[in-house]
T-cell receptor, first 116, second 118 residues
Framework: QKEVEQNSGPLSVPEGAIASLNCTYS??????FFWYRQYSGKSPELIMS????GDKEDGRFTAQLNKASQYVSLLIRDSQPSDSATYLC????????????????FGAGTRLAVHP | GAVVSQHPSRVICKSGTSVKIECRSL??????MFWYRQFPKKSLMLMAT?????????EQGVEKDKFLINHASLTLSTLTVTSAHPEDSSFYIC??????????????FGDGTRLSIL
């Protein structure tokens, strides 16, 4: 069973703080990992992608990947009210285990609320 | 770059109507497109993988005769919800991956179609 787990939240942080979002996945063979942001009533928007162990930074966002622990996280620095959304962790499961196709499996999402 | 256009954005229709949703990759070619469904406060659930020039691959539990998928070109996939009923009301979202990238590249999503069956 291919699984991606996230805490549903809500995660409430004050404006200017660091928001930390976590995700675990079940399959050690996964090679690519993504964070999407989804505002209410909208479709997901790609925030970060990460493929190798360690940190990857893009502006206020940092993705962290630890394949040994099957763990991926997203840090949002200087959180703003406009960051309030649901953050979806998505894992691309390998071709051989997906019945012939690379599939993106989504976690249930963590709702982030940044309050002024 | 990597823009995916989905149309229509919203559909309200009577029970028994068939509804077609289009998904287009505007600035790239996509051998594979994906169709998701999302119920309120739930995550995205993959319904099917649409392959240009061949039959779609449906996820377990998704009725292929109910949700018809056609991927006639490298830039267009359509999803037809046949004889829709109220329980089919949901947010349908398509995504596509750039053909020129590896299969590990991210999927880019359309804006979604909110389907409401009365």
């Amino acid at each position: 069973q291919k699984e991606v787990e996230q805490n549903s939240g809500p995660l409430s942080v004050p404006e200017g703080a660091i928001a930390s979002l976590n995700c675990t996945y079940s399959d050690r063979g996964s090679q690519s990992f993504f964070w999407y942001r989804q505002y209410s009533g909208k479709s997901p928007e790609l925030i970060m992608s990460i493929y190798s162990n360690g940190d990857k930074e893009d502006g206020r966002f940092t993705a962290q990947l630890n394949k040994a622990s099957q763990y991926v996280s997203l840090l949002i620095r200087d959180s703003q009210p406009s960051d309030s959304a649901t953050y979806l962790c998505a894992v691309n499961f390998p071709l051989t285990l997906s019945g012939g196709y690379n599939k993106l499996i989504f976690g249930a999402g963590t709702r982030l609320a940044v309050h002024p | 770059g990597a823009v995916v256009s989905q149309h229509p954005s919203r559909v309200i229709c009577k029970s028994g109507t068939s509804v077609k949703i289009e998904c287009r990759s505007l600035d790239f070619q996509a051998t594979t497109m994906f169709w998701y469904r999302q119920f309120p406060k739930k995550s995205l659930m993959l319904m099917a993988t649409s392959n240009e020039g061949s039959k779609a691959t449906y996820e377990q539990g998704v009725e292929k005769d109910k949700f018809l998928i056609n991927h006639a070109s490298l830039t267009l996939s359509t999803l037809t919800v046949t004889s829709a009923h109220p329980e089919d009301s949901s947010f349908y979202i398509c995504s596509a991956r750039d053909l020129t990238g590896s299969s590990n590249q991210p999927q880019h999503f359309g804006d979604g179609t909110r389907l409401s069956i009365l």
